[in-house]
């Protein structure tokens, strides 16, 4: 984000700030829908278009296990401004420090981890287990990192593992354009979040983890690159 992108949606800050200190950490429900507002408001302040496509493939009961390109670091505001379905996301644990958006991601229940020991793999794995089992969403970048375009990095081998360990539906996400979100300057105005087709546990429970990966990763890769 620019400075003049900071001080466009500077005036949702103050609110933002205080319903995320005020809120009951534990409603996670009630603080999506929430939150879910916010995030419409900044991306359409920030002077973005927001599509959504592919909504009716929503499962109608959870657990759902949502898999996403990653493009830019505001990548969460898109994705929840257009899903009308409570998820919490698994992320990094470097981005529970940053001020606000950290807090922000506490309050619907997001698992922060240190990907970077055996220990801190091991609770993300199962703490995300456990939530699918109770029926409560999660949204994963399996790329681990931007890729800061439409090109996509390769996805992480293990990132499908809670999915098969909590027998949730995977729905993948494409994102196209939101890396423009953390652009100084761009021409771009429209982003779009699609909804790919739902997957059930029992269509994929047979397919190993690494083609099942490949196949996610290059069908959100052809929907990155047909950009409207």
């Given at each position: 984000m620019t400075p003049f992108q900071v001080l466009r949606s500077a005036h949702l800050?103050?609110?933002?700030?205080?319903?995320?200190h005020r809120c009951d950490m534990e409603d996670w429900e009630k603080n999506y829908k929430k939150l879910r507002v916010?995030?419409?408001?900044?991306?359409?302040?920030?002077g973005f278009q927001l599509q959504s496509e592919g909504i009716e493939n929503l499962p109608e009961q959870g657990p759902i296990f949502f898999v996403s390109n990653h493009q830019g670091t505001l990548d969460p505001a898109p994705i929840v401004a257009t899903?009308?379905?409570?998820?919490?996301?698994?992320?990094?644990?470097?981005?529970?420090?940053?001020p606000l958006l950290g807090r922000l991601a506490l309050m619907i229940g997001t698992i922060?981890?240190?990907?970077?020991?055996?220990?801190?793999?091991?609770?993300?794995l199962r703490e995300s287990a456990r939530r699918l089992k109770q029926g409560k969403n999660l949204?994963?970048?399996?790329?681990?990192?931007?890729?800061?375009?439409?090109?996509?990095?390769?996805?992480?081998?293990?990132?499908?593992?809670?999915?098969?360990?909590?027998?949730?539906?995977?729905?993948?996400?494409?994102?196209?354009?939101?890396?423009?979100?953390?652009?100084r300057h761009t021409r771009i105005?429209?982003?779009?979040?699609?909804?790919?087709?739902?997957?059930?546990?029992?269509?994929?429970?047979?397919?190993?983890?690494?083609?099942?990966l490949k196949r996610l990763h290059d069908e959100i890769q052809q929907k990155?690159?047909?950009v409207q």
């Open positions: 800050l103050p609110g933002a700030w205080l319903y995320a916010y995030s419409q408001k900044v991306v359409k302040a920030l899903c009308p379905l409570p998820l919490a996301f698994v992320s990094k644990k470097e981005n529970e420090k940053i922060h981890f240190d990907r970077d020991t055996r220990e801190g793999n091991v609770h993300m949204l994963i970048f399996p790329e681990g990192t931007r890729s800061k375009g439409d090109q996509m990095n390769e996805f992480k081998m293990g990132s499908l593992q809670p999915a098969y360990m909590g027998k949730a539906t995977i729905v993948p996400i494409t994102l196209q354009h939101c890396y423009a979100l953390d652009e105005r429209s982003l779009k979040v699609i909804y790919g087709k739902a997957i059930p546990y029992e269509e994929y429970r047979a397919i190993k983890q690494e083609d099942l990155a690159y047909a």
